[in-house]
């Protein structure tokens, strides 16, 4: 095989991979989340959100309003850093800030909606579950070793972090039907999926067209290859439509509404229509099958429109749709770089190497998992096709979640600028919780799928924390004989 056949292979592989991601992941996924991601940020107050998270406040509150926030502000891998410097700043404890720095990237909405798609429920719930769970221990743990530097800022400061904002009752039932269109897209039940009326479009040649896509695009399930259908190639011409419209329409909306901000809503609108029915190509045409997603879809897509006229005002709206693009401008192409480069290095990496590594649930192949997020970085989402690829390679679902866990929270850049933020004393430690409780929830999401006894699971994590709490207990009474031991005085400003 000469340089130029392989190098066409990884060609083809990457556009392959690309346009199956865009034909089989976007749509009814993440177009619904970059909406409701947009939603948050323009129209929920953000003292809404971190008006809890003052150190002063009841940590049954604190640490649970901080993963919350990680949640509802949607924020990436990237934008997670300056909140977490702003709220840190304007005075929220350490411990809150950093559960929310931990949680934030983990499990916003883009990350959760794209993981269970593309890897399955399960281990977006555990993702989920542990995430929030232990970004509060990490929180807790960093606020008692470094509670004296932490109370000699609040002295230095003496500034309360606070807010009076409310989230409104309009508010409320907005968010509430862009989740209600984000459901109905993506949930696999036989009320939405089943069809319930069918008309034939008569184009003739589309089993052709159909077999030719399948020869273009590598089709191989075994190797996580989804290949493109007829309606997946109607729908990626869809996309390029709506991104040239978006571009003149909603690149400058929050100035004003123009014809191409009406040309890219109705595309998106048709678009999700399409993604939502089933369409069978044939000899003689396309069978196009209207099911309960496509009609759920449609009333929630009114609804909105109802409620988004009727009770916001215009600039409330083009702030919305504004916010939207930014997110759609900022994260969606790293996301075709990303899985263009997949598809492209897919065939580099031999199955057996993967198996050999990080085949089975053993603690070397978590820690692989982990110290791979950490020195690997992928904004976020791209994590998740990567973490696919993984996983079609052969990689345990153990491993895998300790690299799902690890590589939103850390990369050599990240941990520079939290240094910056906080002190490398402080940075450096959290890392270390982070790689830690990250290959801990590997170990148990692992053993978990091997069929291990929950019980079993939980005396070995309850044996764990008692281990952890004896530590921090003797940390803690050294700390109060040695208060330099683990003060640590504050970054100055510049």
């Given at each position: 095989?000469?340089v ?14 690309l ?19 947009g ?45 977490f ?29 794209y ?21 509060i ?30 989230v409104?009752g309009?508010?409320?039932?907005f ?65 390029i ?23 890219s ?61 930014r ?6 192409p ?56 993984f ?27 939290t ?76």
């Amino acid at each position: 095989m000469n340089v130029f056949t392989y190098m066409g292979q990884l060609l083809q592989g990457g556009l392959g991979n690309l346009a199956a991601y865009l034909a089989a992941h976007v749509l009814l996924c993440l177009l619904p989340a970059f909406f409701i991601a947009g939603a948050l940020t323009a129209l929920v107050p953000k003292e809404a959100v971190t008006k809890y998270l003052g150190r002063n406040a009841p940590k049954i509150i604190s640490y649970p309003a901080a993963a919350l926030g990680g949640f509802v502000l949607a924020v990436c891998s990237c934008t997670i850093l300056p909140l977490f410097a702003g709220i840190y700043k304007k005075g929220a404890g350490l411990g809150p800030a950093i559960t929310f720095l931990f949680v934030g990237p983990a499990i916003n909405i883009l990350a959760l909606s794209y993981t269970g798609v593309a890897i399955g429920m399960d281990i977006a719930i555990a993702r989920l579950i542990l995430s929030a769970v232990f970004g509060i221990g990490i929180g807790l743990i960093m606020a008692l070793i470094f509670r004296k530097a932490d109370k000699k800022r609040e002295e230095a400061d003496n500034a309360a972090f606070s807010g009076t904002a409310n989230v409104q009752g309009r508010i409320w039932l907005f968010m509430l039907l862009l989740l209600a269109v984000l459901i109905a897209g993506t949930l696999q039940v036989g009320l939405l999926t089943n069809s319930y009326a069918q008309f034939t479009l008569p184009f003739k040649g589309m089993d052709q067209f159909q077999e030719t896509l399948y020869r273009l695009v590598p089709f191989d399930p075994s190797r996580g290859e989804e290949g493109v259908t007829a309606q997946g190639a109607i729908l990626i011409g869809l996309l390029i439509l709506i991104g040239a419209s978006a571009w003149f329409g909603l690149n400058r909306v929050d100035e004003g509404y123009n014809r191409w901000t009406w040309v890219s809503l109705a595309l998106i609108a048709l678009t999700l229509l399409v993604a939502a029915v089933k369409i069978v190509p044939h000899a003689y045409g396309l069978d196009i099958l209207i099911t309960g997603k496509m009609i759920a879809v449609a009333a929630g897509m009114i609804a909105l429109a109802i409620i988004g006229a009727k009770a916001f005002d215009d600039y409330e709206m083009q702030e919305w749709l504004w916010e939207t693009w930014r997110f759609v401008k900022q994260i969606f192409p790293l996301l075709i770089v990303g899985v263009f480069v997949v598809g492209a290095i897919r065939p580099l990496i031999k199955p057996e190497w993967i198996e050999a590594i990080a085949g089975s649930n053993t603690f070397l192949g978590n820690v692989v998992g982990v110290l791979f997020g950490v020195f690997m970085y992928f904004p976020t989402l791209v994590e998740v096709p990567i973490a696919n690829l993984f996983l079609s390679l052969g990689m345990h679902r153990g491993p895998l979640l300790a690299y799902l866990m690890a590589d939103p929270e850390l990369s050599l850049q990240s941990i520079l600028i939290t240094a910056s933020i906080i002190g490398k004393l402080k940075a450096w430690v959290y890392v270390f919780w982070v790689a830690l409780f990250s290959t801990l929830a590997g170990l148990i999401y692992g053993a978990w799928v091997d069929g291990a006894s929950g019980w079993l699971i939980l005396a070995y994590l309850a044996a764990f924390l008692a281990i952890l709490a004896s530590g921090l207990y003797l940390a803690g009474r050294r700390g109060r004989r040695h208060p330099a031991a683990v003060a640590e005085t504050a970054p100055s400003s510049r």
